[in-house]
């Protein structure tokens, strides 16, 4: 079955420093992706990114960069010099490719409340 | 560009009335989702509809219903509220049947049971 961990309940930095998120998960299968998606207080639910199980690259996009280690089953997601605008509750998120048959979920984890303090 | 719409954006409710939360999709998605969002507990899956004529419970179906009236409308159904489904319910939809595709999110719907 799959399972999504996200630690991390709340977090409070000031801002300017790093930040990393955990996202620890759990799957059978071989083929599988992992998401991270950003829920400002305004409500809406924003995609950030997508990895494939194949892919262990690390990704940077500015000041957000993703560990994704296979070996350990983690996401973690880092955010650096922190600014007041990223705070929000971040959710990681596991699906699994299943092409042939119905089975299409998408799992979340319970999310990581994140405060940038001025 | 709509995306993902749904209806009603508030709803307050009595115990053991019933309801129906409307989700309307305009980028001919197969895939569609509702999950419920609580405090604590992040996104849960109550059903999904991985193509049209099909549904699926998801993590926590108990109390709901869901109809998959056509590709684009996908509704969820509380036939007699009680106070345990106070949430935001969040409707979704993506290509569908490939574990890559991403998620579109509806605005949410805030339902309080009283």
């Known amino acids: 079955a799959q399972k999504v961990t996200q630690a991390q309940t709340e977090i409070s930095v000031v801002e300017k420093e790093d930040v990393t998120l955990d996202c620890v998960y759990e799957?059978?299968?071989?083929?599988?992706?992992l998401f991270w998606y950003k829920q400002p207080p305004s409500g809406e639910l924003v995609f950030l990114i997508r990895?494939?199980?194949?892919?262990?690259q690390n990704e940077i996009s500015g000041r957000y960069s993703w560990n994704f280690q296979k070996s350990t089953s983690s996401f973690n997601f880092t955010i650096t010099a922190s600014q007041v605008v990223d705070s929000a509750v971040y959710f990681c998120?596991?699906?699994?490719?299943?092409?042939?048959?119905?089975?299409?979920?998408?799992?979340f984890g319970k999310g990581t409340r994140l405060h940038i303090l001025p | 560009n709509a995306g993902v719409t749904q209806t009603p954006k508030f709803q307050v409710l009595k115990t053991g009335q019933s309801m129906t939360l409307q989700c309307a999709q305009d980028?001919?998605?197969?895939?569609m989702y509702w999950y419920r969002q609580d405090p604590g507990m992040g996104l849960r899956l109550i059903y999904y509809?991985?193509?049209?004529?099909?549904?699926d419970k998801g993590e926590v179906p108990n109390g709901y219903n869901v109809s998959r009236l056509n590709k684009r409308e996908f509704s969820l159904r509380l036939e007699s509220a009680a106070p345990s489904q106070t949430s935001v319910y969040f409707c979704?939809?993506?290509?569908?049947?490939?574990?890559?595709?991403?998620?579109?999110f509806g605005a949410g719907s805030r339902l309080t049971v009283l």
């Open positions: 979704a939809s993506r290509a569908g049947q490939s574990g890559a595709n991403v998620l579109t």
């Open positions: 980028m001919n998605h197969n895939s």
């Open positions: 509809s991985a193509s049209e004529g099909t549904t």
């Open positions: 990895r494939n199980s194949f892919d262990e």
């Open positions: 799957t059978r299968d071989t083929t599988y992706y």
């Open positions: 998120a596991l699906s699994e490719l299943s092409p042939m048959n119905r089975d299409d979920k998408i799992i």
